[in-house]
């Protein structure tokens, strides 16, 4: 099993920074991409941010200038540093692992529990 425990979510006001951390464990054979979405009431989920291997990292246009991914291959992190919050990013966030933990497995989407952002005066 993969698991991904996430954490640094909570409560700031508008134009305040959080930082959201996520870590993998488990059994991975391959890790290609990790990221960050979210889903706030009501809405469906959505892409936040990703950054696959070697590939190049993709942001929703919302959030395009405020936050950045960043990751570390050899511990399987990821981390996503928001600056700028605006009450529209309330929602709860996921952390997302798409790999596979065995070479006769197809890649598969693998998701944290979810963690809490709220931006409010």
């Known amino acids: 099993q993969v698991q991904l425990v996430e954490s640094g979510g909570g409560l700031v006001q508008p134009g305040g920074s959080l930082r959201l951390s996520c870590a993998a464990s488990?059994?991975?054979?391959?890790?290609?991409?990790m990221g960050w979405y979210r889903q706030a009431p009501g809405k469906q989920r959505e892409l936040v941010a990703t950054m696959p291997i070697g590939g190049s990292t993709n942001y929703a246009d919302s959030v395009k200038g405020r936050f950045t991914i960043s990751r570390d291959n050899a511990k399987n992190t990821v981390t996503l540093r928001m600056n700028s919050l605006k009450p529209e990013d309330t929602a709860v966030y996921y952390c997302?692992?798409?790999?596979?933990?065995?070479?006769?497995?197809?890649?598969?989407?693998?998701w944290g529990q979810g963690t809490q952002v709220t931006v409010s005066s």
């Open positions: 997302n692992l798409y790999g596979r933990q065995s070479i006769d497995q197809s890649p598969t989407n693998y």
């Open positions: 488990g059994s991975i054979f391959r890790n290609y991409a």
